[in-house]
């Protein structure tokens, strides 16, 4: 693709996601959001022509225009080198690298999240544009860059809207998350209750709570288990001993105590949805053992699910999600091709112009010479504008190179010869 971008300049991706790099390097290369520009501002000072810096937990990438990807790849490794405190050979180990065509469709598939830990994760475009804005503040986002990404948008709106590929839930939480909003709509008008600490159930209620759910409140048979996670949460702890009041005004209640004894009974079930009028509650039990009785799911307006259920549901999205990325790739590589056709199609701009300014100024001085006589200024025209190529053809068929004689009347027939 050397070429394809004005005065041959050539793109470039340089990164470590979690398919070529640990965690721990992936650690080490992260950039937040006050780190980005300054980073940027030291490639450009060193020479990079154009850049934008995409970071987050999955992966650190740059992506790059120069007219000398060589040296712009040695000073990014250089950087990202010291950046993670390791020689340049450590790190080299567990980076990729693309040129041109590969880098393009690379930066594609990030965008449309087809390169995603979780294919179709919705956040990644907006990760990515996050990316461009700061690009766009340090002053390192030329003509080139920017075509790259406006096209790249452009197909991943298509993905979101053509396929289905980011709607279904992947994860135990998102799973949660959905059959919520199912249940009871918009999650800012209900009330969150979390029995226990355990980590997937810190974990659900977050998500929960991103979702909408802002009142919430946390309980432990230890009261400073409660207050612990109600911090981290940013929500209320409560009186393990008033659970059972707490659940009649609940409409989720998320356990995950982890112990061998029932925290959520049929019967404190029962009594809640008695004194909710059979407003429904969503239980969520991410406890091992469970911690909800599950005779639950034989209650009239209790929606019992437990880790086994959530999980069947977030592999049914899964396999739903890898056979939307099929459709979502064949999108990419649609645009792709039309992306690449336009690149080619612009070379041929300079060559074009060129020739239309020099028949121009043929047309203005035949006009000059007789403007007045339009059949002596059109054969003067046709004339002049024949006689450099009729010399050239002459002199070509004098060589007698049959080869490429051929080549340029098949030039001629197709520019000229060719009927309408």
Known sequence: MSGLFSSDT????????????????????????????????QLKEKGVEQCLVVSTCDRVEI????????????????????????????????????????????????????????????????????????????????????????????????????????????????VAVQIAKELHGDLDRCKGLLIGAGDMGELTAQSLIEAGLKDFTCLHSFDGRAKRIARNLSCHAGNFDHRDRL????????????????????????????????????????????????????????????????????????ASREAEARAAARILEKDLADFFKGKEERMAVPLVSSLRDRFEAERQAVLAQYGNDADKATRLLINRLLHAPSEELRALAALKKKKEWDKAEELISKLFLKEK
């Not at 470039?12 to 520009?37: K, P």
């Open 10 to 41: 050539q793109v470039l991706v340089i990164g470590a996601n979690h398919r070529s790099s640990s965690l721990a390097m992936r650690d080490r290369l992260f950039l937040d959001e006050t780190e980005v520009i300054p980073f940027l501002t």
């Open 63 to 174: 992506h790059a225009v120069d007219h000398d990807p060589e040296k712009a790849e040695a000073v990014v490794i250089d950087l990202l080198a010291a950046r993670a405190e390791l020689d340049v050979e450590t790190i080299k180990s567990q980076l990729y690298s693309y040129r041109n065509e590969e880098a393009v469709h690379h930066i594609f598939r990030v965008t449309a999240s087809l390169d995603s830990l979780m294919v179709g994760e919705p956040q990644v475009v907006a990760q990515v544009k996050d990316a461009h804005r700061f690009a766009v503040e340090a002053g390192t986002v030329g003509a080139e860059l920017e075509r790259i990404f406006q096209a790249a948008y452009g197909t991943a709106k298509r993905v979101r809207s053509e396929t289905a590929v980011g709607e279904r839930p992947v994860s135990i939480a998102s």
């Open 247 to 318: 659940a009649c005004e609940s409409d989720i209640i998320l356990t995950s105590m982890n112990k061998r004894s029932r925290v959520v009974s049929v019967e404190m079930v029962e009594f809640a949805l008695k004194v909710r009028k059979n407003r429904p509650i969503f239980l969520i039990d991410t406890g091992i053992p469970g911690d909800i009785d599950p005779a639950v799911n034989d209650v009239d307006g209790a929606f019992l699910y437990d880790l086994h259920d959530l999980e069947q549901v977030a592999m049914e999205g899964r």
